[in-house]
């Protein structure tokens, strides 16, 4: 029963000057709370705290938690600046949902281009991701402009029907 004993007093004993430590250094009183119970937690977790200067490794350690703060806080603040900076410049963040949904929408895309006749799916491709034009898609497979952009037509038909249909 002496160990918890010593764990309670330990609380009453350093409570107060941690706290008026991380107050005057944080100047918010919640987080001088929390600063003060992280810091006695780690205490007593530490074990049996036979030190030569408690004092001085009591407040070492109060250092190092400000020290970790700053930290941290840094960082925080680095990203919210680069978020803030990427918004304004038309970057969207990375949003893991973003990323889920767009990798849907390709598999269903990927679905339905697959699903189409061969040659409409090679117009549609040659036209819309290789940027090749109407009349040299013509020319390649010896059909008309207007044949050409029926196909075209029909792959794009097929896959807003297909890309609406999706969750």
Known sequence: MQPARDKLDLGRRWRPALLSYFLRRVGDHAEAEDLTQELLAKLLGHGDGDFASPEA????????LLADRARRMKVRSR???MVGRSEEMG?????????????AELSTLSRTLAALPERTQTIFILYRLENLGQDKIAEVFGISVSAVKKHVA???AGLMKDMRKAP
């Not at 490794?57 to 190092?64: H, K, L, P």
């Not at 963040?93 to 990798?103: K, L, M, N, T, V």
Request: glycine share 4%.
């Open 57 to 64: 490794y009591i407040f070492q350690m109060a250092s190092n």
């Open 79 to 81: 990203y919210r600046d």
């Open 91 to 103: 970057i969207d963040p990375i949003d893991p949902f973003r990323i889920a949904a767009g990798r």
């Open 154 to 156: 029909r792959a794009m």
